[in-house]
C-alpha cells in the first residue's frame, strides 16, 4: 500500500502547507478539535489545556463531533479560499481517538478532493494506524519525540497507558520511544512526510536534543521543529525555567545541518483556523458554543437548537476532582461541560465562574456572582452539584435550567439527569 493522492500531488500538497514550507505562509490551515482523550500523560501537560506537544497551553478549545467538524469546515471553506490543509492536533492525542479522527476525514473528504490531511500525535498507537491513516490519504504527520533515551523519557512522561497497561518511569520511556521511532519509519517508507516536533524543556531533555533529530533523520523523519517548553499551570513542570528565544534558535541552527528545521511555529491552538500569522478562529465559534461566548441570546439559541434537532442534552458538572460530581454549586470556580448525544457522553470544555460563595463576607455580592454564572451556563439543561441553596436554585430554575443534587461518577450522573430530565421530574 501507498499513498494515494487524489488531486494534489504530496509534492504540491506539502509545498503548500504551512507548516511544512516557510514560503507557504499565505495559505490556511484549519484544526479540527474532535480528539479529546489522550494515552500518555506528559509532565508538562494539564488535561484542562489544549495537548502542549502540538498546541499552546491557556486556551480550551471546544471539542467537536466528526459531523459538527464537518458543519464547520464547510463554512470555514467558504469563507477562507486560500484553506490548503485540515489537522487535528488534539486537545488530546488524534490515535487515541481514532474513530472520531477517522470519521471526521472521511466526511471532511467528501467535501472537498484537495484538502491535505495532518495528524499530530504522541506516536504511541502510530503502528497500529499507519496503513489505516494512508487509506484515509493523510499525507503529513507529526510525531512529538522528546527523547530517544528511555531515562530521559522516563523523566518527562508521568504514565504511558499502552492498550490498558499502564507504564511508568524508564519502561514508560521505552515503550513510547519503540512504537515512535517504529512508526515513524514505517510512516516514511509508506510516503507520508513525517515531521518530528521536540518540545526543548531545560536541565531534562536540552542537551539531548541533537541527538533526538539524528536518531529521528535516520528513521525518515522530513524535518524537525524544537519547540520551547511552555510550563503550564497545574503540570509538574510548571516552575521548570524555559529557554529563551536564542537558545532555541541556537538549537535549531545547530541542528539544521542535521535534518531540516522548523522556525516559524506558532504553537497554535487546537481548533485555530486562519494563516499562522493571523489566527481568525474566533470568527467560527459562534457557529459552535464557545468558552469565548457569553451572549446569552447566542446560547439560548443555541440550546433550542440542540435540543429540537439533535436530541442533544448540555450539563455543566461542578467537580473537584474531574471524575465525579463531587463539588457544592456554591464552592465551584469552574464547572464541567459535558454533552450527551445519542446517548454518547463528550466532554466539551471547562468553563470559570466567580465562586457564589465565599463565605459570611460577601453575602451582599451573590446577585452579580448568580448572573456571571447562569451565564456560564444557559446553554445547559442542567447543573449536576452535590448541594445548593434555595436562591440559585430558582433564579436557574426561572432560565430553564434545572439543578440536580448527586453525589456519583460523572458519566452515572449524567445519564440519570437525562431520565430526570425525560421524566421531567
Ligand atoms: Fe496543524 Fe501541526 Fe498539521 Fe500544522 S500546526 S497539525 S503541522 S496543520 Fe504548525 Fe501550529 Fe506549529 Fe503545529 S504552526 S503548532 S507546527
Ligand atoms: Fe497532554 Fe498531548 Fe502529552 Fe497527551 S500527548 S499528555 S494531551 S501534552
Known amino acids: 500500500m501507498s499513498v494515494n493522492v487524489s488531486a494534489r500531488t504530496i509534492e504540491e500538497k506539502t509545498f503548500m502547507h504551512p507548516c511544512y514550507n516557510c514560503i507557504a505562509h499565505k495559505y490556511a490551515r484549519m484544526h479540527i478539535p474532535v480528539a479529546p482523550k489522550c494515552n500518555v500523560s506528559c509532565n508538562f501537560c494539564n488535561r484542562k489545556y489544549d495537548c502542549v506537544n502540538e498546541t499552546r497551553p491557556g486556551v480550551t478549545s471546544e471539542v467537536l463531533t466528526p459531523e459538527e467538524a464537518k458543519d464547520k469546515f464547510k463554512i470555514v471553506k467558504d469563507k477562507v479560499r486560500n484553506l490548503t490543509v485540515v489537522g487535528i492536533a488534539g486537545p488530546g492525542d488524534p490515535l487515541a481517538n481514532f474513530d472520531e479522527t477517522k470519521k471526521s476525514i472521511e466526511l471532511i473528504k467528501n467535501e472537498s478532493k484537495d484538502i491535505t490531511f495532518c495528524l499530530s500525535t504522541n506516536g504511541l498507537m502510530l503502528p497500529f494506524y499507519v496503513d489505516k491513516l494512508i487509506e484515509l490519504e493523510v499525507t503529513h504527520l507529526t510525531i512529538t519525540i522528546n527523547a530517544v533515551d528511555p531515562k530521559i523519557g522516563g523523566e518527562i512522561y508521568k504514565f504511558v497507558n499502552y492498550l490498558g497497561d499502564v ?182 470544555e471547562k468553563r470559570k465562574v466567580n465562586k457564589y460563595c465565599n463565605g459570611v463576607y460577601d453575602c451582599g455580592e451573590h446577585e452579580d456572582k448568580i448572573e456571571n454564572i447562569i451565564k456560564n451556563v444557559i446553554d445547559c439543561n442542567a447543573v449536576l452539584v452535590v448541594r445548593a441553596g434555595f436562591e440559585p436554585m430558582d433564579r436557574l430554575y426561572e432560565k430553564g435550567i434545572r439543578v440536580f443534587e448527586m453525589y456519583q461518577e460523572i458519566n452515572k450522573g449524567i445519564r440519570k439527569a437525562v431520565e430526570l430530565l425525560k421524566k421531567n421530574k
Do not use: W
Open 167 to 348: 507504564f511508568v518511569g524508564e519502561e514508560a520511556g521505552r515503550v513510547l520511544l519503540s512504537n515512535q521511532l517504529s512508526g515513524l519509519k514505517y510512516a516514511a517508507q509508506k510516503g507520508i512526510v513525517c515531521k518530528v516536533n521536540i518540545v526543548m524543556i531545560k536541565g531534562v531533555n536540552d542537551v539531548h536534543v541533537p541527538e533526538i533529530v539524528k536518531k529521528v533523520k535516520e528513521c525518515g523523519a522530513y524535518m524537525a521543529n524544537i519547540m520551547p517548553l511552555i510550563p503550564v499551570k497545574g503540570s509538574a513542570f510548571e516552575n521548570n525555567p524555559t529557554v529563551t528565544e536564542v537558545e532555541l534558535n541556537n538549537m535549531r541552527k545547530s541542528c539544521d545541518s542535521i535534518l531540516k528545521q522548523m522556525y516559524h511555529c506558532k504553537q497554535c491552538r487546537a481548533d485555530a483556523i486562519g494563516t499562522l500569522e493571523n489566527d481568525i478562529s474566533s470568527q467560527f465559534r459562534g457557529n459552535n458554543i464557545s468558552e469565548e461566548s457569553n451572549d446569552n441570546e447566542n446560547k439560548l439559541e443555541d440550546k433550542n437548537v440542540i435540543e429540537l434537532k439533535h436530541h442533544k442534552y448540555r450539563f455543566a458538572i461542578a467537580s473537584k476532582s474531574g471524575v465525579s460530581i463531587d463539588e457544592h454549586f456554591g464552592h465551584a470556580s469552574e464547572f464541567y461541560i459535558y454533552d450527551m448525544i445519542n446517548d454518547e457522553i463528550k466532554f466539551r
